[in-house]
């Protein structure tokens, strides 16, 4: 397709430099009722047209990305709203099951006095000697090593 349009755009160079190489006789352009006093040859008629049709070209150019643009914006907009919906149903559904585990680990579990019982605790280990570590009340007794503070520098 690039190369189609290079030989387009080749052809139509060519043929307007023979237009205006070949049209040297004297003309009259007039636009709206008013003669172009600037305009006297053919060629240069030629040119002004040319002129004319670069500036319809390009206002086709802008209206086409112009639309483009706002196809491309619609689409996007779109997808984006399939996939909010998209997550808002994966929501919900992963909503409703977690309610539905909830209501069936309620009904499952054993109560006292209207609560659910906690979990049973791990005994504390006391510290002390023989247990290598510190009594609650002696922490100061432990040196603090670290290799980042006890660089013996």
Avoid at 70 to 77: F, H, I, N, Q, S
């Amino acid at each position: 397709m690039v190369f189609l349009g290079f030989l387009l755009v080749a052809a139509a160079l060519a043929v307007g430099a023979g237009v205006v190489l070949d049209n040297t006789d004297p003309a009259n352009l007039v636009v709206f009722g008013q003669a172009v006093p600037v305009l006297e040859n053919e060629w240069q008629v030629f040119l002004a047209g040319a002129g004319v049709a670069i500036v319809l070209v390009s206002g086709m150019l802008l209206i086409y990305s112009g639309a483009a643009r706002r196809v491309r914006a619609r689409r996007d907009l779109r997808d984006l709203r399939e996939e909010r919906e998209e997550s808002l149903t994966t929501l919900e559904m992963e909503k409703r099951r977690l309610q539905r585990e909830l209501a069936h680990a309620r009904q499952n579990s054993p109560r006292q006095g209207g609560r659910p019982q906690a979990a049973p605790r791990e005994p504390a280990v006391q510290g002390g000697p023989g247990t290598g570590r510190p009594r609650a009340g002696n922490r100061s007794q432990v040196a603090a090593t670290s290799p980042f503070f006890d660089r013996g520098e």
